[in-house]
């Protein structure tokens, strides 16, 4: 017999997505799909490290999405998009799949990390979600770091805005400019303790009003994890994801009906959303460690790596 006990190592994983839309082939140049390509490397190379250190999910998904929020190419922190009065308001959730807790902030401005705030009103708060003013005075209290205006700043974005008044619409980030398509952020982990969560963080749709929030910062529509069962992340048309209470539906597809990650996920974006009308996709992980990347859109920025030695970044079908 073996001296020493076999410990069998668990796989890990950690998956991210930069979001879904019209992305075609034809309308990017190389340089661009490799700035994209570049980014969602370092996003997951952020949290992939410290899953291998033996850290939490919830912090490798933290890193992962502060890594997007910081890079303009995204629709979230920094690259966040115009509202309709030229302001930036952010979403964004965290939602830890081992304790089911979770933290979630709403049409919050001058945030640079809103997924820090979103884990400091988890960890700091006996409440769930923050909105607007009262969520920047609490990032105040909990020294979160807060930027000026022009910090949110881009030309492309501002264009985006121009564009979208003059036709009257409120758009998905990526429908945009056939040439410059960005999106929310998000990422899900299973640690090497088989512990799960979600993290996504937005600045929602171009031209939006009246204080409109996405399904990003609702816990079950655009974000969830249950160690039982699965963590998830979307991104897409936010009012489709939240009347088909996306992520959670994939969680019960699982818990009550036996089905796989995969089986689940694929039912509830390529069925349950396309039926509604609902573009976009997600991004999921089991407590197994086995990852899946759905969408119905012509693409998704995403990626993902496991202990198992996969890894890739893609944008395409
Ligand atoms: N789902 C986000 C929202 O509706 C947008 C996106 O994924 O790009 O706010």
């Known amino acids: 017999?073996?001296?020493?006990?076999?410990?069998?190592?668990?796989?890990?994983?950690?998956?991210i997505h930069g979001g879904a839309g019209t992305i075609r082939k034809a309308a990017m140049t190389p340089a661009m799909e490799k700035e994209y390509l570049q980014a969602l490397s370092a996003a997951l190379a952020e949290g992939y490290q410290l899953l291998e250190k033996g850290m939490t999910a919830r912090e490798a998904v933290i890193a992962a999405v502060k890594s997007m929020e910081d890079c303009i190419l995204f629709n979230a922190g920094r690259g966040s998009v115009f509202t309709h009065e030229g302001r930036h308001e952010m979403d964004a959730a965290i939602m830890d799949g081992?304790?089911?807790?979770?933290?979630?902030?709403?049409?919050?401005q001058f945030i640079k990390n809103p997924i820090e705030l979103a884990q400091a009103v988890m960890d700091h708060s006996e409440h769930v979600m923050l909105s607007g003013e009262g969520a920047l005075q609490f990032a105040r209290m909990h020294n979160i770091s807060i930027?000026?205006?022009a910090y949110f700043y881009y030309d492309v974005r501002y264009k985006q805005l121009l564009s979208a008044q003059s036709s009257g619409d409120i758009i998905l980030d990526h429908h945009i400019a056939e040439d410059k398509k960005f999106g929310t952020v998000g990422a899900v982990a299973c640690d090497r303790n088989g512990n799960l969560a979600a993290a996504t963080s937005t600045g929602?749709?171009?031209?939006?009003?009246?204080?409109?929030?996405?399904?990003?910062?609702l816990i079950g529509s655009g974000t969830y994890a249950n160690n039982k069962t699965c963590a998830i992340s979307c991104t897409g048309h936010g009012e489709r994801f939240i009347e088909a209470v996306a992520a959670y539906d994939v969680s019960c597809l699982m818990e009550y009906k036996g089905l796989s990650l995969d089986e689940a996920m694929k039912f509830v974006v390529q069925e349950k959303l396309v039926a509604m009308n609902g573009e976009g996709g997600m991004i999921g992980v089991d407590p197994a460690g086995n990852c899946s990347m759905q969408f119905n859109s012509e693409g998704m920025y995403r990626g993902m790596k496991d202990s198992e030695g996969n890894a890739e970044t893609l944008i395409y079908q």
Do not use: C, H, Q, W
């Not at 017999?1 to 998956?15: E, F």
């Not at 081992?98 to 919050?108: D, E, M, Q, T």
């Not at 929602?204 to 910062?217: A, E, H, L, Q």
């Open 1 to 15: 017999m073996n001296k020493y006990p076999v410990t069998r190592m668990r796989k890990y994983s950690l998956a």
């Open 98 to 108: 081992k304790s089911l807790r979770a933290g979630a902030i709403a049409g919050v």
């Open 147 to 149: 930027e000026e205006d």
């Open 204 to 217: 929602g749709m171009t031209n939006k009003r009246f204080n409109r929030i996405g399904d990003s910062p």
